[in-house]
C-alpha cells in the first residue's frame, strides 16, 4: 500500500514538473494565454507582481490596444524564450526587460532602433562573456528608454536630449549617440556638452565623445561670444567630470 501511494505521488509530481516546463520553456504566440503564462511566472516569484506588472501594465499595449507590431511581437517571445533558456532570473532580470517594454508604449522608439535593441539584447544572452553584463544593459536601457538617462546614482546624473541613438555589441554593448546634447547634475550644479556625439559602454560606465560646445551661461557670459569647442573627451559616467 505504502509502496502504491509513493509510486501514485511521484507519477503526479512528475506531472506537474512536466507541467511547469512546458509554460516556461516557450511562450505562446496567441496573446490572451502569452499574458497568462508571463502573469504566472512573475507569481511564482512575487505574489501580486503578475497583476500589477504584467496584467495591468504590459496587457493594455499587448493584447487591448497593441502597440508592437506581429513582427517586434515575435522578437519579443524570442527574446523572452532565450531568457528563460539561458536561466535569468526573474527579478530583476524579467522585470526589468518588461518595464523596458511598457515604457516603450509609452515613447516608441523606431522600427530600426528596436531591432537594433533586441539584437543587441539577443547576442548579450548568446554569449558567455557578455551574458553577466545583462543587467547592467537592460537597467540603462529602461533609464533611456523612460527619462533620457544613460546613469544615475545619489551624487551624479547624466542624460541625453535630441539626436539619435543606435545599441551594439562588438566586444562589448555600447550605444551610439548622434547630434545629442548630454547633460550632468550633481549637488544641485549642472553642465552642459552641445551638438556632440559619442559612444556610451554601459558594462564600464565611459562615454567616449568627439566633438561639442560648452558655453557658462549659467555664470552670465554669452554663449554667442563665450565658448569652448571640445574635439574629443572621455567621461568616467560615475563621476560629474570630463
Known sequence: MRKQLFLTLSFLLCITTLNFAQKVVNFSTDKEEFIKQLSGLFNEQRKGT?????????????????????????????????????????????????????????????????????????????????????????????????DNKIYESESVTWKVYGGSYLFALDSVAHIDFENI????????????????????????????GVGG????????????????EIPKYVIKIKTSSF
Open 50 to 146: 503578475g497583476k500589477d506588472i504584467i496584467e495591468k501594465q504590459l496587457e493594455p499595449i499587448w493584447v487591448k490596444n497593441p502597440v508592437f507590431s506581429s513582427d517586434q511581437e515575435k522578437k519579443i517571445i524570442e527574446t523572452l524564450d532565450l531568457m528563460l533558456d539561458t536561466k535569468v532570473k526573474v527579478f530583476p532580470d524579467f522585470e526589468k526587460y518588461i518595464l523596458c517594454l511598457i515604457a516603450l508604449g509609452e515613447k516608441p522608439i523606431t522600427p530600426k532602433s528596436f531591432d537594433n535593441w533586441t539584437s543587441t539584447l539577443l547576442s548579450i544572452l548568446k554569449d558567455k562573456k557578455n551574458k553577466r553584463h545583462y543587467t547592467v544593459f537592460v537597467d540603462t536601457s529602461l533609464e533611456l528608454f523612460r
Open 181 to 208: 546634447k548630454l547633460s550632468c547634475s550633481s549637488k544641485g550644479d549642472s553642465s552642459i556638452i552641445y551638438q556632440t556625439k559619442g559612444i556610451y559602454y554601459p558594462s564600464t560606465a565611459r562615454f567616449s
Open 213 to 228: 560646445v560648452i558655453n557658462w551661461k549659467r555664470a552670465g557670459l554669452d554663449p554667442k561670444t563665450t565658448y569652448a
